[in-house]
């Protein structure tokens, strides 16, 4: 695959039988750019949408992931083909009751409690939905007991809006407790493009973690007001662990009061943009719109809010 | 009674209609599962009668006065969290998934445990009756494990109080927290908004309820950004089997009241969202009451 980058240099991404240091002299490392937040709608998708929307118009090659497994909603915004679908699955253990021996060291390998174990009753089973996958029962049976089956956990749809422009959709299935195993996949499928663009999951555990984890940029998004808050400090903390560098934009910023202005400026966290609340955004954002399309005003604001990442990311 | 209140997608309002149910009844039981993001407990400031120490998970720790460097580990790993970097294992922490499997392979012992141990419960009294929540540790995992745990905490506060009534505001999503979150509640309020996402994120986690068999409400806030899909929401619980109980405006006395450390209910009583949410409030009761 070839791909031309915005300056206008040619990177050959077919490089599969290298080691990885020389993969990484060959071809242009993607830059990742993680649109997150800890409380749950303060408006990350439509930041990455508007973005996603402005990069496209200005044809430079970028992919979007809408890593919000549990709910993704990205797809509202765009119109594209769907041209590749994949399953995630996890491997699950199963336990072959003719040949086990009922010794219960699976059980006492197993660290999610995932293996239900009755020693004077001969019952052992594997609870699927405590299950983490990660074979250490399998290694402690034995007795050849234990195999492994394929589960389906959820899908990723990758969809060609235009040429050097993809949309790729994390979706879980419902009833499965973790969504990062999906994430990943969804990640990973978005790997050969210029500039790649994560919707992220809400909140600071796991699939915000697994998202931001591989990001070269994280833009916060939060609200000025007590909620928001707590929220934007608890994000700043796992941020910082992970020694990630990040900016803020503040949305519905006529909403709340002072003090995450206050916060922002004492802590110098870079502020990259300030939305006021308008429900001519709230109104275009419940019918799947794009703000930038409809407004020349907003166009240039998310032009400028890029031109600005891009300085932090190129350097 | 124990009811949950929930959303899929996040911000439709769950925390600031929790606040404004929970300041409604004389005595309660207050539940923050949203441990992620717990926010309830800056409008009430409760007291704390109790804190516990919440392990999560471990993370594999390496020794490398014992390592030998043999990548045993690296094999076996399911989690692509060991590395060999400059000619030394290593251990990403926030790959690591804590399952113990590296430690149990390993040769020579090198590689022990460590628990993840800054999260916290707290339990206490507030102005409405009392409060139990959690607080996951920024970077920590098993979010599912600790709202479990703050479930039981607020069974064995109601018992020990008497208390009839638990009302839990819920994490956003439909992955393991929530699901803890909801499995045995008596019902679950679904709180959603008028927009194509909430609408779709409200079929999601009306799936999982019926997964779960748990009976579901819903309530629209914000119904006035976009009149005609609230009307397709109230029309879509009618045949999905959900009970439409009711719809409140954008109403910005929400935020100053969250700025002013109240509920809205309890600063601006007699406004009519808290007029409405009241009406709503009582209608939710009694719908549990008929279906006892």
């Known amino acids: 695959m070839i791909i031309k980058s915005d300056t206008g240099i040619i990177t050959n991404t077919d490089t599969p039988n290298l080691i990885d240091s020389q993969k990484v002299s060959m071809r242009k490392n993607p830059v990742k750019i993680a649109i997150a937040s800890g409380k749950g709608g303060t408006g990350k998708t439509f930041i990455s949408t508007n973005l996603f929307a402005i990069l496209s118009q200005q044809n430079i090659p970028v992919s979007l992931v809408d890593c919000d497994a549990e709910e993704p909603n990205d797809h509202f915004f765009f119109i594209g083909d769907l041209i590749e679908e994949k399953v995630v699955t996890v491997r699950i253990p199963s336990i072959n009751s003719e040949s086990c021996r009922f010794c219960g060291k699976c059980h006492e390998y197993c660290n999610y409690n995932a293996i239900f174990y009755l020693p004077m009753h001969h019952q052992i089973s594997v609870l699927e939905e405590l299950c983490h996958s990660c074979g250490a029962c399998l290694v402690a049976c034995g007795h050849h007991a234990i195999t492994e089956k394929e589960m389906n956990i959820g899908h990723i749809r990758t969809f060609f809006i235009k040429e050097g422009n993809s949309f790729i959709e994390a979706r879980v299935n419902i009833g499965v407790y973790s969504p990062v195993n999906v994430i990943k996949a969804a990640i990973k499928e978005a790997d050969n493009q210029n500039i790649i663009l994560l919707d992220s999951p809400p909140g600071t555990s796991c699939p915000f973690i697994h998202t931001v984890a591989t990001a070269d940029y994280v833009v916060l998004v939060a609200e000025p007001t007590p909620f928001g808050m707590s929220d934007f400090k608890k994000s700043i903390e796992v941020l910082k662990k992970l020694n990630k560098p990040y900016g803020v934009i503040i949305n519905k910023s006529t909403l709340g009061n002072r003090n995450l202005y206050e916060y922002i400026e004492q802590e110098q966290i870079e502020l990259l943009m300030k939305i006021p609340y308008e429900s001519e955004i709230a109104v275009s954002y419940s019918e799947g719109k794009i703000i930038s399309d409809l407004h020349p005003k907003w166009h240039k604001r998310f032009e400028i809010l890029y031109e600005q990442i891009k300085e932090k990311t190129c350097k | ?292």
């Open chain 2, 1 to 292: 009674m124990q009811i949950a209140i929930i959303s899929g997608k996040g911000g439709t309002g769950k925390s600031s209609i929790s606040a404004a149910f929970a300041t409604m009844e004389e005595k309660l039981v207050l539940v923050d599962c949203d441990v992620d993001a717990a926010n309830l407990y800056l409008l009430f400031d409760p007291s704390h009668e109790e804190i516990e120490k919440f392990t999560g998970s471990e993370h594999a720790v390496i020794n490398y006065t014992k390592c030998t460097n043999c990548a045993i580990c690296i094999q076996f790993c399911r989690f692509d969290a060991i590395h060999l970097s400059k000619g030394m294992v290593s251990i990403s922490e926030v790959a690591c998934d804590g399952c113990r499997l590296c430690s149990r392979l390993c040769p020579v012992g090198a590689i022990s445990n460590e628990p993840q141990n800054e999260s916290r419960l707290y339990s206490g009294t507030f102005r409405n009756g009392k409060m139990v929540y959690g607080i996951l540790a920024p970077g920590e995992e098993n979010s599912g494990k600790l709202v479990n745990a703050v479930r039981d905490k607020a069974l064995e506060v109601a018992r020990a109080h008497q208390i009839e009534t638990i009302l839990i505001d819920g994490p956003p999503g439909i992955g393991c927290p929530v699901i803890s979150t909801i499995v045995g509640v008596d019902m679950a309020l679904i709180v959603t908004e008028p927009t194509l996402s909430g609408f779709q994120d409200l079929e999601r986690i009306k799936a999982v309820l019926d997964h779960f068999q748990i009976p579901s409400l819903v309530l629209i806030n914000k119904y006035d950004i976009n009149k005609n899909i609230s009307k397709e929401i109230e029309s879509w619980c009618t045949h999905s089997g959900s009970l439409y109980i009711g719809k409140i405006p954008f109403d910005a006395d929400f935020v100053k009241a969250m700025t002013e450390k109240k509920s809205i209910f309890e600063y601006k009583p007699e406004g009519t969202t808290s007029v409405e949410l009241r009406r709503i409030y009582r209608k939710i009761k009694k719908n549990y009451n008929t279906q006892q």
